[in-house]
């Protein structure tokens, strides 16, 4: 099992930055895929950015450019820098993580779940 919460949501205007961090506990090794979802009212949950072990990141094309993932090992802790958001971007955002290799941006393959921070962004 892996406890992953999330902190770091809230309300900015349009082109404004958010950091969003995901503190990971209670594994017994240490995942190896983590990354951030996202969803919208109404639409279902999408792959925004994800990071191996190694720190090699794979976003979706729609962030890239503006958002960064990062992952701090020692301190078993993910971050999302997400810079000029957009108002559609308005959504819960979700820190997930798994053991197996393949770090895709597809949802289902992840196994542990944080609860979700929401981030709104208004133009």
């Known amino acids: 099992q892996v406890q992953l919460v999330e902190s770091g949501g809230g309300s900015v205007q349009s082109g404004g930055s958010v950091r969003l961090s995901c503190a990971a506990a209670?594994?017994?090794?240490?995942?190896?895929?983590m990354g951030w979802f996202r969803q919208a009212p109404g639409k279902g949950r999408e792959g925004v950015a994800v990071i191996d072990l190694n720190g090699a990141p794979t976003y979706a094309d729609s962030v890239k450019g503006r958002f960064t993932i990062s992952r701090d090992n020692a301190k078993n802790t993910l971050y999302l820098q997400m810079d000029n958001l957009k108002p559609e971007e308005t959504a819960m955002y979700y820190c997930?993580?798994?053991?197996?290799?393949?770090?895709?941006?597809?949802?289902?393959?992840?196994?542990?779940w944080g609860q979700g921070t929401q981030v709104t962004v208004s133009s």
């Open positions: 209670r594994y017994t090794y240490r995942p190896y895929c």
């Open positions: 997930a993580a798994k053991m197996s290799f393949a770090c895709s941006l597809t949802p289902l393959t992840y196994n542990f």
